[in-house]
T-cell receptor, first 115, second 111 residues
Framework: GAVVSQHPSRVICKSGTSVKIECRSL??????MFWYRQFPKKSLMLMAT?????????EQGVEKDKFLINHASLTLSTLTVTSAHPEDSSFYIC???????????FGPGTRLTVL | QKEVEQNSGPLSVPEGAIASLNCTYS??????FFWYRQYSGKSPELIMF????GDKEDGRFTAQLNKASQYVSLLIRDSQPSDSATYLC???????????FGKGTKLSVKP
């Protein structure tokens, strides 16, 4: 159980384009979804928290208009990096929290490279 | 920001030995603690969680929690080279709290 999928696993794009990352909890319902970012050799940094059907809450320093989060259902959340720039290149990881046990799991991550 | 502190390592142990990973936290309100393992280039995977003082065992892993001293540890018995990874300690405030992660301890198990 507790299978999380994230798509795409890797994306390379040009500066200025938008990238959409999709996260699905395949065998459980997630009332809360966390999105993290991790730069090389650095710790996980929480970007935002979203509850199903509600607007996301962003951490300090994370631009809500740049990182659009949609948590439309208990099994699907998306993160869109708008007008990506090279400094947005990072490893983005979704983390759904299982409603039944309050346990937080992680998706396999999306490695974004912006040229 | 409520801190979670871990020694970054690297911690090097020989194959078959016990690896001991430690974590301290500053917020006494923390109620639940988690250990994740992260291989290089991969996302974290949950190893175990602990809520109550004392020990919790799962296979080769034992988590130990001491709320009075504000530390939580992870013991890995019979360490294997495949255990070589970064181990992340995280704490949450209550069942609905966000996880706050430490920076992780890099473990290297030498054959």
């Amino acid at each position: 159980g507790a299978v999380v999928s994230q798509h795409p696993s890797r994306v390379i794009c040009k500066s200025g384009t938008s990238v959409k990352i999709e996260c699905r909890s395949l065998d459980f319902q997630a009332t809360t979804m966390f999105w993290y970012r991790q730069f090389p050799k650095k710790s996980l940094m929480l970007m935002a928290t979203s509850n199903e059907g509600s607007k996301a809450t962003y951490e300090q320093g994370v631009e809500k208009d740049k990182f659009l989060i949609n948590h439309a259902s208990l099994t699907l959340s998306t993160l869109t990096v708008t007008s990506a720039h090279p400094e947005d290149s990072s490893f983005y990881i979704c983390s759904p929290r299982e409603a039944r046990t309050d346990t937080q799991y992680f998706g396999p991550g999306t490695r974004l490279t912006v040229l | 920001q409520k801190e979670v502190e871990q020694n970054s390592g690297p911690l090097s142990v020989p194959e078959g030995a016990i690896a001991s990973l430690n974590c301290t936290y500053s917020d006494r309100g923390s109620q639940s603690f988690f250990w994740y393992r992260q291989y290089s280039g991969k996302s974290p995977e949950l190893i175990m969680f602990i809520y109550s003082n004392g020990d919790k065992e799962d296979g080769r892993f034992t988590a130990q929690l001491n709320k009075a001293s504000q530390y939580v540890s992870l013991l890995i018995r019979d360490s294997q080279p495949s255990d070589s990874a970064t181990y992340l300690c995280a704490r949450a405030l209550g069942s609905q709290g966000n996880l706050i992660f430490g920076k992780g301890t890099k473990l290297s198990v030498k054959p």
